[in-house]
């Protein structure tokens, strides 16, 4: 699970890494605890689409997580679409020069990058 972080101005997101979870309720507490670690304000989640845009069971595993993690902390959280998201972390990591089986522990942490600045990036417009 990656996780990332933005500047106080809500423009520019950047990884600030990413772990291993062993289920929703470990991933939950890994969450919550990042974002007390951290301060933040706001929780964004990835929403795991089908790439017709309907849910399946990714979706309710997502909503499992949310469900744990909003029982956990008093930040909000939003869910954001991050169809194709890994695809382009991988796109990224190859043109950057990484063989790809180095990719597996930055596809997270890289992944959650790009879904924070999506969604700064819907939000200023």
Request: aromatic share 4%.
């Amino acid at each position: 699970m990656g996780f990332s972080s933005c500047d106080p101005s809500g423009t520019l997101a950047s990884s600030i890494g990413a772990v291993g979870v062993s289920g929703v309720r470990d991933a939950a507490n890994k969450a919550a605890q990042k974002a007390k670690e951290t301060g933040a304000e706001r929780i964004v989640v990835g929403l795991p689409l089908k790439t017709d845009g309907t849910s399946g069971a990714r979706v309710e595993k997502t909503l499992a997580f949310i469900g744990i993690l909003t029982s956990l902390t008093d930040v909000p959280v939003e869910t954001f679409d991050e169809r194709f998201t890994s695809v382009v972390a991988h796109r990224f990591l190859s043109d950057s020069g990484l063989k790809t089986k180095k990719h597996k522990g930055l596809v997270d942490s890289v992944s959650a990058a790009l879904i924070l600045q999506d969604y700064l990036d819907r939000k200023r417009s």
